[in-house]
């Protein structure tokens, strides 16, 4: 699981570094002193679980909980325990006050774990795939895709939209469930909300693809990988 921390007191951030360490399911991808930057940072980039602070200067912890990712899992860790009350409200994982007890830690982190592969478990039941099209799970049925007839993929929350020339398709689960699931060498995700099929990109440039009538943004930290993919798969021809 990719995990961040965001906590105000780096000696805290430290101890949770060393805790995180222990634990080989865990990978820590950076840490963050406010929640702010950390928002940015999510905006792009996959997370699955955050160890957060709560009692922290600009945006607290509980109002950065409210806007993350349904997928994306919390563990508070906290000096007061005043706040567990707030912390139901956000669905968080647990609730561990500092000074944290490892064996707490280990306890809280395995209940992520497993909660976070409910999560996948039941997002990959909502597609299944064959060798050219998936079935789609949408309002009560299921819709035979075939791979070669989708544009691209647009990920709203909760609901991914799978744009066809003439028709879309709403379903409940994560752009990044449904881009782990489609050929990779074929659809390229571009930036955080879009995965694109590369047989349909008519024209690019620096900041933009431009599929049909639709032009869409390529992400700054997409935009590397997105070059990378078109000079090696010659994606245009």
């Known amino acids: 699981m990719r995990c961040i921390i965001v906590d105000d007191e780096p000696i805290a951030r430290e101890g949770i570094k060393l805790l995180v360490a222990e634990i080989p399911q865990l990978e820590l991808l950076t840490s963050?002193?406010?929640?702010?930057?950390?928002?940015?940072?999510?905006?792009?980039?996959?997370?699955?679980?955050?160890?957060?602070?709560i009692?922290?200067?600009?945006?607290?912890?509980?109002?950065?909980?409210?806007?993350?990712?349904?997928?994306?899992?919390?563990?508070?860790?906290?000096a007061y325990s005043q706040y567990?009350?707030?912390?139901?409200?956000?669905?968080?994982?647990d609730y561990l006050v500092k000074p944290i007890d490892p064996v707490?830690?280990?306890?809280?982190?395995?209940?992520?774990?497993i909660y976070h592969s409910l999560?996948?478990?039941?997002?990959?039941?909502?597609?299944?795939?064959e060798d050219e099209y998936i079935l789609v799970k949408s309002d009560r049925k299921y819709f035979?895709?075939?791979?070669?007839?989708?544009?691209?993929?647009?990920?709203?929350?909760?609901?991914?939209?799978?744009?066809?020339?003439?028709?879309?398709?709403?379903?409940?689960?994560?752009?990044?469930?449904?881009?782990e699931l489609l050929p990779q060498s074929i659809f390229i995700r571009i930036n955080r909300s879009y995965i694109i099929n590369t047989k349909y990109i008519d024209s690019f440039d620096n900041n933009d693809v431009f599929i049909k009538n639709y032009e869409i943004g390529i992400g700054?930290?997409?935009?590397?990988?997105?070059?990378?993919?078109?000079?090696t798969n010659n994606a245009l021809y």
């Open 104 to 113: 707490k830690f280990r306890k809280a982190v395995n209940k992520a774990i």
């Open 55 to 78: 009692n922290m200067p600009g945006i607290n912890g509980i109002e950065f909980a409210h806007n993350i990712p349904r997928q994306t899992l919390i563990i508070f860790t906290t």
């Open 32 to 53: 963050f002193n406010n929640a702010e930057d950390a928002s940015v940072f999510i905006h792009d980039t996959t997370v699955d679980l955050i160890f957060l602070d």
């Open 84 to 93: 567990a009350l707030d912390s139901y409200e956000v669905d968080a994982i």
């Open 220 to 231: 700054s930290s997409y935009r590397e990988d997105f070059f990378k993919s078109i000079a």
């Open 119 to 129: 999560l996948i478990n039941e997002e990959k039941k909502r597609v299944d795939v």
């Open 144 to 179: 035979k895709v075939n791979l070669n007839e989708i544009l691209f993929v647009e990920g709203l929350k909760d609901y991914v939209i799978i744009q066809m020339e003439n028709q879309r398709i709403i379903s409940r689960m994560t752009l990044k469930s449904i881009h």
